[in-house]
């Protein structure tokens, strides 16, 4: 049985991660979802990865997932605590001492100029529902350096979703392999790949915390 630290992007919360955790307890894993402390103005980095190391708590055999923004959090935790692997899911990946409001064009990034970015392919009543459970992003760790002085020594994975209107798929493949030197694994499915296709995620995510470190 693996542990699953599933760690919300932007904007987003635990309830992001409801459907793919209740695949991963089908399929007799630990899931554990967390609220980020977005909307506190007092949070930085620290106190992000501290929500998640809490709430891991003293499992075992952990595997970090970091949705979207979660990608600044994830590795985080793997300084903290002893970790599986890293799987990286449409996220955002930090060099050491960068300002997510430099990440934009630090990485060459293009908004796309599409409307619906996030829910295009979500069944219309759960896009609804992430909209209205949408929390801002009002902490100081956007303000903050990215804290790592290098990237954390832990297998990480990169997985792209190949119509994601946020973070497109040649985009995504690029940056992988720049910041991480590393080729990203695949699926179909748009940004929300968590309410859109949660089952194939959770079957990904199983598949991962069988590889070897």
């Not at 600044?72 to 990286?88: E, H, K, M, Q, Y």
């Not at 997510?100 to 990485?107: E, G, Q, R």
């Amino acid at each position: 049985m693996a542990t699953f630290a599933l760690i919300h992007g932007g904007g987003g919360s635990a309830w992001d991660w409801h459907l793919v955790a209740s695949e991963l307890r089908g399929r007799g894993h630990d899931p554990v979802a967390v609220d980020l402390p977005s909307e506190d103005e007092t949070a930085g980095w620290s106190e992000y990865a501290d929500t998640v190391v809490e709430a891991i708590g003293n499992r075992s055999d952990v595997v970090v997932v970091g949705h979207s923004l979660g990608g600044f959090t994830a590795p985080l935790v793997c300084v903290r605590i002893p970790v599986d692997r890293l799987v990286l899911v449409a996220a955002m990946i930090p060099s050491p001492g960068e300002l997510f409001a430099d990440w934009w064009s630090n990485t060459g990034y293009q908004a796309s100029e599409y409307d619906d970015l996030f829910y295009h392919d979500v069944p219309p009543e759960l896009a609804a529902e992430a909209r209205r459970r949408a929390r801002n992003e009002n902490s100081k760790a956007l303000q903050e350096p990215w804290p790592l002085e290098a990237w954390p020594d832990t297998s990480t994975s990169y997985l792209l979703c190949r119509e994601d209107r946020m973070f497109p798929a040649a985009w995504a493949r690029s940056h992988a392999r720049a910041r991480l030197g590393v080729d990203s694994d695949e699926m179909d499915g748009g940004h929300y790949i968590g309410l859109s296709r949660p089952r194939e995620l959770a079957d990904r995510l199983v598949a991962y915390s069988t590889w070897p470190r």
